[in-house]
């Protein structure tokens, strides 16, 4: 994603994978957040064993799905506007079918079927594995939906198919859903409640990357930090677990440390983490392990207290102010990056100047920033009126991007003169003389090519930099290769 924006990145179509055999044509799209790109991955993998492979090219597709994100208005409007797309192409290719994957689908259910009449199938997050039969109710020419969902980690016996990295980086989902009911969310309800995975089917998807030369990988869940595995199971049924399960249970510190020693040379990230659920084993855990990067991603929302409790955050001001200052004692240079909502109903400006105030107090690496958007079925949807003018929104939204730009700088600025460790993920955007990785603090490096190679680990000293992007000169090869 885009570090300093309002709105999250357009969809990506997946990179055409073949399985020899293969004869039918499937085209994937992915909006929204990384949880929708890996859920993805899943899905190619499924209908890899029927009989589909991966393209790019929508007009020869026989399967087009796209996975969707309902956690703003905007982005249910810009898959709208794809299904326009979809629906000009399958005009002149009367075999091609349409399917819509993901929250959204969750979220309109049947209506998908009448709203949009180019959609032949629904299907939620938790029912991919019923892709197969899905799939042939539609070429017997029924429509088709399944969005049940599921109280267990559904696809935690399932090799994705690598689509969306670049042989270098890579997904590793260790829960799914979410508990924490915040007022303004969809999640809850589109994906159901929150359950974790087996670590050892985490440990083998960890293996199997590095085996086939990830460099790597990051732990992914809608909130990483409640990671709790103790046999099965809702976290809700831990209290009923027995004294052995209890005593053996794996939280996501533990968790953490596995994953480090089990794979030594590999990078490790996670994300999100909830200001309420993240413990100080987890901070200790990172600055332990010199594989698990010093880098988290804290959403904080809202710099007021009393917004906070509208928004059902389970954290007050000081309290994400008092874990910024623990971090910091912990792990020294690690980078923080947010998350916000400006706008929310019955915000003052007064209230949104004290997140200007928490912005200035922490000065994050970076940041993800957007406006209210009322989404349908929540509790601030149902309670509280969005009575935030549009203009209002957008002023303040405005406020907190060049503030956050302003902090942006001042952290970039800190390494001119260091030497870091960045893992090449690609060639520049700008230049194809350049490489571009980042560093622990996930800040994007770029520096000269000479002679390393994509995924190689180089010590790079930053000479310049500019509000998101460090550069400077390779000086060799880290010990880490």
Same mark, same amino acid.
């Given at each position: ?5 309002d709105e999250?990145?357009?969809?990506? %179509?997946?990179?055409?994978? =073949?399985?020899? *055999? ?5 085209? !994937?799209?992915?909006?929204g957040c990384q #949880? ?14 029927e009989?589909?492979?991966t393209t ?5 597709a ?7 994100c309902?956690?703003r208005?905007k ?10 797309k979809?629906?000009a192409v ?5 075999k091609m ?25 629904v ?9 197969p039969?899905?799939i ?10 399944n969005?049940v969902?599921?109280?267990d980690?559904t696809y935690?016996?399932? %090799?994705?198919?690598?689509? =969306?990295?670049? *042989?270098?980086?890579?997904l590793?989902? !260790? ?5 924490n #009911? ?6 809850p309800?589109t994906?159901g409640?929150?359950?974790s ?14 085996s086939k030369?990830?460099?790597?990988i ?15 199971g ?15 249970a ?9 994953v480090?020693?089990?794979?030594p ?19 200790h855990t ?13 959403p904080?929302?809202?710099?007021n207290?009393r917004?906070?409790?509208e928004?059902?955050r389970?954290?007050?001001?000081e ?9 910091n004692?912990?792990?020294?240079n690690?980078?923080?990056s947010?998350?916000?909502i400006?706008?929310?109903p019955?915000?003052?400006?007064e ?14 690496h ?9 989404r ?14 549009e203009?209002?929104?957008?002023r303040?939204?405005t ?6 730009r302003?902090?942006?700088?001042y952290?970039?600025?800190?390494f001119i ?32 090519k000479?002679?390393y190679?994509?995924?190689?680990f ?7 930099c ?11 090869l880290?010990?880490?290769?």
């Amino acid at each position: 994603m885009e570090k300093i924006i309002d709105e999250k990145k357009q969809g990506q %179509s997946l990179k055409v994978n =073949a399985k020899e *055999g293969n004869s039918r044509k499937l085209y !994937i799209e992915s909006y929204g957040c990384q #949880m929708n790109f890996s859920d993805s991955e899943i899905v190619a993998s499924i209908l890899a064993k029927e009989g589909y492979n991966t393209t790019q090219n929508l007009e020869e597709a026989d399967l087009v799905l796209v996975n969707t994100c309902s956690i703003r208005d905007k982005a249910e409007q810009t898959v709208r506007k794809r299904l326009e797309k979809y629906n000009a192409v399958k005009r002149l290719n009367s075999k091609m079918k349409v399917g819509v994957l993901g929250c959204m689908a969750e979220r309109l259910k049947e209506k998908f079927l009448d709203e949009e009449k180019i959609v032949d199938m629904v299907v939620g997050p938790d029912a991919y594995k019923d892709l197969p039969n899905l799939i042939k109710e539609i070429e017997s020419g029924r429509d088709a939906v399944n969005v049940v969902l599921s109280k267990d980690e559904t696809y935690g016996d399932i %090799s994705p198919v690598r689509l =969306a990295t670049n *042989g270098i980086n890579a997904l590793v989902s !260790i829960t799914r859903g979410c508990d924490n #009911m915040c007022t303004f969310c969809v999640v809850p309800f589109t994906r159901g409640r929150e359950r974790s995975r087996d670590p050892q089917s985490i440990l083998e998807e960890v293996n199997d990357l590095a085996s086939k030369g990830y460099k790597e990988i990051m732990l992914l869940g809608q909130n990483v930090d409640s990671y709790l595995w103790y046999g099965g199971g809702l976290k809700k049924d831990f209290k009923n677990a027995s004294e052995i399960e209890k005593a053996t249970a794996t939280s996501f510190s533990n968790l953490l440390a596995l994953v480090a020693e089990e794979q030594p040379k590999m990078r490790i990230r996670f994300s999100t983490s909830n200001p309420q659920d993240m413990t100080e084993d987890v901070l200790h855990t990172v600055a332990k392990y010199p594989n698990i990067c010093n880098y988290i991603h804290l959403p904080f929302q809202s710099g007021n207290t009393r917004i906070l409790k509208e928004m059902n955050r389970q954290h007050t001001r000081e309290e994400y102010m008092a874990l910024i200052d623990k971090i910091n004692e912990i792990i020294p240079n690690c980078g923080i990056s947010q998350d916000i909502i400006t706008g929310f109903p019955t915000e003052t400006e007064e209230e949104h100047q004290e997140t200007i105030s928490l912005l200035e107090y922490v000065k994050f690496h970076f940041g993800f920033m957007f406006k209210y958007s009322e989404r349908p079925g929540t509790m601030a949807a149902r309670k509280l009126e969005d009575d935030i003018p549009e203009e209002v929104k957008k002023r303040r939204l405005t406020e907190i991007v060049d503030a956050q730009r302003t902090h942006s700088a001042y952290r970039t600025n800190q390494f001119i003169g260091q030497t870091v460790e960045v893992l090449i993920e690609r060639e520049s955007k700008k230049s194809d003389q350049h490489w571009s990785g980042r560093n622990e603090q996930s800040l994007v490096v770029v520096f000269p090519k000479e002679n390393y190679k994509s995924g190689d680990f180089v010590m790079v000293k930053i000479n310049d930099c500019t509000s998101a992007t460090l550069k400077g000169i390779p000086v060799g090869l880290s010990d880490n290769n």
